[in-house]
């Protein structure tokens, strides 16, 4: 059974940062292409970052480019997410997810197992 379990939220002020991580298990994880998403109240999930299945490629939409960092360690099944200089607009929950696939899809549909998210609230 695949479980993606994701740590590392809470409550942080603007300009601040805070590291996600996602530990992924019951699957080949160096198979996957893992992305993080992000859903605000309201709103739309979209996706946050991606990481191709050896970390040798990167996708970041265009507003958190520049802030935010993927990145992956394959020999932990871990994928994290870097967030730095936080705004208050960057309050969300934040869901890992996995794709078997070389490349990367910005799509959420395209992505196979997620986990359950971790709230990130970012204060004024």
């Known amino acids: 059974q695949v479980q993606l379990v994701e740590s590392g939220g809470g409550l942080v002020q603007a300009g601040g940062s805070l590291r996600l991580a996602c530990a992924a298990t019951?699957?080949?994880?160096?198979?996957?292409?893992m992305a993080w998403f992000r859903q605000a109240p309201g709103k739309h999930r979209e996706m946050v970052a991606a990481?191709?299945?050896?970390?040798?490629?990167?996708y970041y939409a265009v507003s958190m480019k520049g802030r935010f960092t993927i990145s992956r360690d394959n020999a932990f099944d871990t994928v994290y997410l870097q967030m730095n200089s936080l705004k208050p607009e960057d309050t969300a929950v934040y869901y890992c997810?996995?794709?078997?696939?070389?490349?990367?899809?910005?799509?959420?549909?395209?992505?196979?197992?997620w986990g359950k998210g971790t709230q990130v609230t970012v204060s004024s």
């Open positions: 019951g699957l080949t994880f160096g198979l996957y292409t």
């Open positions: 990481i191709n299945y050896n970390g040798g490629d990167t």
């Open positions: 997810a996995a794709d078997r696939a070389n490349g990367i899809d910005i799509h959420d549909a395209d992505y196979d197992y």
